[in-house]
Nanobody
Framework: VQLQASGGGLVQAGDSLRLSCTAS????????LGWFRQPPGKEREFVAT????????YYADSVKGRFTISRDYAKNTLYLQMNSLKPEDTAVYYC?????????????????????WGQGTLVTVSS
């Protein structure tokens, strides 16, 4: 299974970007998909997650109301629409997929809950 993230770039504060993540390879069960990011010099952090079947989504407080996660069944693709970008959104963004059912956990917000990862795409927001 391979995840390919794309769509990063250099933008100004207030601009928008849409990240994409396409899955390829063998068919696998998907319970959840997610986006994480790693700002320069910091640890990787949770951004957003979406349940593959229901489409139910959950966001980090720092992006709530500005970012929207979505998935397209037909294209086997995950998206992250990012609006009103801020300099503090600057980071390498990673997409991830979980094929493991974690009992008692509805939204997967931890890196360890994901089995497959994309290579990352850099988003730089200038002030």
């Amino acid at each position: 299974v391979q995840l390919q993230a794309s769509g990063g770039g250099l933008v100004q504060a207030g601009d928008s970007l849409r990240l994409s993540c396409t899955a390829s390879g063998r068919t696998f069960s998907r319970y959840a998909l997610g986006w994480f990011r790693q700002p320069p010099g910091k640890e990787r952090e949770f951004v957003a997650t979406i349940k593959w079947n229901s489409g139910s989504a959950y966001y980090a407080d720092s992006v709530k109301g500005r970012f929207t996660i979505s998935r397209d069944y037909a294209k086997n693709t995950l998206y992250l629409q990012m609006n009103s970008l801020k300099p503090e959104d600057t980071a390498v963004y990673y997409c991830a997929a979980s094929s493991t059912y974690h009992s008692g956990i509805y939204y997967y917000t931890r890196s360890a809950q994901y089995d497959y990862w994309g290579q990352g795409t850099l988003v730089t927001v200038s002030s």
